[in-house]
Every structure is written in structure tokens, then in C-alpha cells.
């Protein structure tokens, strides 16, 4: 064997322990002394003042026989009273202390909370600039006819609504009472209970970590696609919904088929207006999802797909800190495109893989050493700095690398078996791995070196073990798109009237950076590109057209960027106007005009961009 690979199997020894990635700094909570088990809400929504009020009472389970103090999370909430419950609901004021905030965990709640009561009660309202909720005016919907409010807890936004042990270590059920003015239907990441006067109820029996707490409200309209799921919307949008997203009851059938019954009752979605910053939001029972993703030909479905898969990967068996973040997003990237190749073909799933995984290695280079790794060392990470596409499609590469060695019969099995040990339960890459260890790898030797499962999970980069699915659609892509660039085939000539949109988006990928302005105007001219109505493709073009310097194509983009708030779309078009000084200034006039309608997430990240290129003028092009 040569040295090089002889090191690059050399077992991994980690600069921590176990017991420190265990550990979840992005929370005050102390499970080890006491963990919430149950919570019940008690809410008013006040659109006008955008203001939740209202109270939180939580069940808790000591462990800690000497503890006597309660520590929640909170963030720019306004804590109103605190008090301990007996068992006959009689309440005794509790002192408590709200500690100054840190920019990015909040503000501890110290509750005294000598003898250990086995329930708490809290008074609270929220900011109207929560962090984890956006309200929108009606005139920001699309049919104006009521305000919306929708909620993003993940990764560590639910403190900003709700005080609680912001970690997803700590699993709760709850149930919610909420008031809200007429003609607002709201829905949580739970089952609905029929209406009381004007309060609405919501139960949800399950076990769940607290960044599936989940709120929206406004003038919804639902439409059933089968006997348990259903999509909501506003009304003018809920037909185009359901048409796009009718295949969901064939997705439950193929996912329960390889991974065991669906065990949250029913499926529902939720269309949200477009600033939702991302594509799609898993809350249990009722699904987020960005309108970008209703192209019209089911062409960008696999969103529903990640998000339904979740409910095995990520709702059942949640990563126990931020770190382990890729045990919820690279399983369930993988779940999805079995779901993808089981609804759809093979061959949509291996383009739609490859496309992702051309997405990664195009990222890899910009990203640490530490970001590198599917279990970063856990002291070096920020809550969503494990959220890189790593953790996403390296993730699903590694259960594929064990897939294509143990073979699907081995491995489907061995997963659903995971899903079943593991459920409802929070752990970590390491238990993740004993698990592994004890029920794969060793009872079918032969197979895979336990090193090579270490350099998958700790080193950076990919290992030399990651393959790709051959796909002869690719290849002759491949071969048009040289042709074009070489000038030996006008644009006019490819064969894009063949493609579907993954092939559209597999071409797009791997054109430079910078196009020049000639083949930028000609691919325009052949196939009206700026005019996509698609936002993956937009999401392609646009920063490429750009960065050519492409003037016509301004009033195109900046359309795009005040139409979609959805952060992995409309950020890329910034960072391309940020590359020039005019650009710059043309953007941050665009968003100067329309900063309100963005998300409070999107809107940090958008002026991160801006500040950044104020910084470095000719910020670098890659995406
Ligand atoms: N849970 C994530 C969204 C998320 C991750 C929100 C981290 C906040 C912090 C969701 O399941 C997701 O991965 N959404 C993707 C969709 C997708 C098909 C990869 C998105 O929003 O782009
Ligand atoms: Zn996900």
C-alpha cells in the first residue's frame, strides 16, 4: 500500500470528547439538572402592535435532586411574572432575573425555583422585532385581504417567541390555545382541535425539539390532496398548490414502505408568502414551503420531498446539538432522493444528486477545514455554521458510499431499523456511529473499513470513495455547452429545447462565473433566460449575467430580488451587484426601498453582503 493511502486511513483520533460534543453551546439550559416535558400556550395575537402575549406554562422533570434554579432560554422577550403551579393550579409568585443579552444567544431567565416545582408559569410578550417571527401588512400578501404572521424557529429563533430550554437535546409536547382576530386561521407544527369561540387549539402529542415550534397565521384557505394531507394557502394561490403538490400521498406511500409508518396523523403544508426565507421548514404536521417552489410542472417538488422526509430523519431522530446538524440534513437529503427515484425515475433523482453534488465540490474550496467536516470539531462552530451544504449533500454521500457497498436490501433495512431504535429520541454523531458500528459494519465485515466510515464523518474535503451516478444526459450537455463557449455552436443551436429544468440547471452550474457579455446576450436571445418564471434557474442566471455586465438584464434581477425573500436564491444576486461599485450602489438602493418586506433574517444577511462589499469593493465572484 502507498504511504499516502496507508495515512489517509490512519484511524482519526478527535481533539475532544464525546461528552463535549455533546454539549450544546447555543442554549442556558442545563437538561443534565431538569428538562421541559410539556408545554401548554396560552397566546393572543396582536397584528397591530405585532405583539404575542400571553403565557407558557412548562411541566419539568428534575434530575438534579440539589438544583433549584430554572434557566430558559429567551431573546427580546418582556417577561411579565413568573410563578410555580401546585398540583390544585393554586400559583406562588417565583423570583427570577432576565440577564443581559448576548448578540447571539439572548438573554438567560434565571428562575429561582427552590423545591423544585413540577410546573412553571410565565407571563411574556414578544418584540415586535422578534428575530424568529415575521409579520407582514396585508398590503404584503398576496390576496391583501388580512395580515400574516409565520414563525422560523431553527436553528435558535424559537427563544424569540417563546421562553424555553432552546435545545434540540430537550424534547416536549405542548398544546396551544391562541385568540386571534376574525377571519385569521392559524396553524402550528401540531394537529388542529376544533374552534372555541375565538380561540383556536392545537395539540401535539409527540415528543418534538423546540425549533419545530411553529406559528402562522392569516387569511389561509385549505385543500385536501388525500385523506391525510392537505395544503394551505391563501386563497388565490391554495388550487395551484395542491395541483403542484398532488403527488405527496404517493411520496408517504414510498417513504413508509422503505422507512416505517408515518406516525405524526396527518401531512399538511403551508404555502407561505414569498419573503419565507427558506425553501421549506419541516414543522411536524404542517410544512413550510417557500411559493418558488410552485414552478407549475412539479419541476422543483423535491423540496416537498426533503421536507416530508424529514419526518423520519430529522422530527423522529433529531441531531442532539448544532454540530450534528447533518444527521437531520444529510439523511434526510438522501431519504429525498429515494423518494425523488421512487415517484419520479432514476433518472430525475441521479441529475438532481449530481447537480447537488456539483453544487458542493464548486463550494468546498471556500469553506474551513473545520466546515469541511460532516462532525465539525464542536468549540470551532456558530449555530448555523454546520448548515453549509456539507452537511446536506456530503451527508447523503456517505449514506450513499454505504448504500452502494452493503447494498440496498442491507442498508434499507439497516436504516429503517435506525429510524425505529433511535425514535423520538435526540442523539448524537457518536451515537449515531456506535449504532452503526454494532448493527452494519461489523455484522457484515468485508465490506467497509471502519477508517474509511472515520473519513467520511471527520475528515475534511470528500474521500477518494465518493462516486457519481453516470448520467449520458450530462454528458452531452457537457459536450453542447464546450461547444458554445469554444464558439463552434451559436446558443441558438443547443439543444435546450430538450432539456427538462435539472438539465437546464446542470448547464447553468457549470458555465463560468463570468460569462462574457457576448455569450451572456446571445444564450438571453435564444432562450429568454432573465425571463424565467423558474427560480432555480433565475437563481443560475441572473448573478452570471451580472457579473458579464449585462445592463438589461438590472431591471430582471432586481425584480427577482424583490420578489423572493427565500435567502439561497435572492442572496446570490446581491453578492453579484455587490461585485461592482455601480451594482452595488443599484442594489442597495433596490433594498433600501424594500428592506420591510424582507425577513428579519434575510435582512441581516442581505446587509452582511452590502457591508462586506463596502469593505472589499470587487468582492469575489464566486457564488
Ligand atoms: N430544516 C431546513 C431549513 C433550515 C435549516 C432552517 C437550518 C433554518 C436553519 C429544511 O429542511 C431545509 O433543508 N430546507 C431546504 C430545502 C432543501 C430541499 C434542501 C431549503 O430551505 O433550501
Ligand atoms: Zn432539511
New binding site residues.
Partial sequence: MRLATLLALAAITLPYSAAEAAQDPYSYAEPDKVRVRHAELDLALDFPARVIAGTVTLDLDWRDARASALNLDTRDLAIERVEALDEAGHARALSYTLAAPDPELGSRLGIAAPGRPARVRIAYRTAPTASGLQWLDRQQTADKQAPFLFS?S??IHARSWIPLQDTPAVRFSYAARVRAAQGITVLMSALRQPVQGDVQRFDQPQPIPSYLMAIAAGALAEQATSKRAAVWAEPSQVAAAAREFGDIEAMMRTTEQLYGPYRWGRYDMLVLPPSFP?????NPEMTFLTPTVIAGDKSLV??VA??LA?SWS?NLVTSATWRD?WL??GF??YV?NRIVEAVYGKTQADEEFVVAAGELKHKMPSLSENQQRLAPVPREVGA?DA?TDVA?VKGAWFLRFLEARFGRVVFDAYLRDYFDHFAFQSITTEQMLDYLRANLVDRHPGKVDWDQVEQWVYAPGLPESATLPAVPAFTAIDTARAAFLHGTLGAAALPGGDWNTHEWLYFLDHLPEAPTLVQVQALDAAWSLSRSSNAEIGMRWLPRAVRAGDHEVWPAARAYMLRIG?M?LTLPVYRAFAGSAQGLAYAEAAYAAHKAEYHPLTQRAIEKVLREAHAQPVADAAR
Avoid: A, C, P, W
Fill in positions: 422560523q431553527q436553528s427558506f425553501g421549506g421548514m419541516e423535491s423540496v426533503h421536507e424529514h430529522g446538524i437531520n440534513e434526510t437529503t429525498e448555523d448548515l446536506y427565500r439561497k
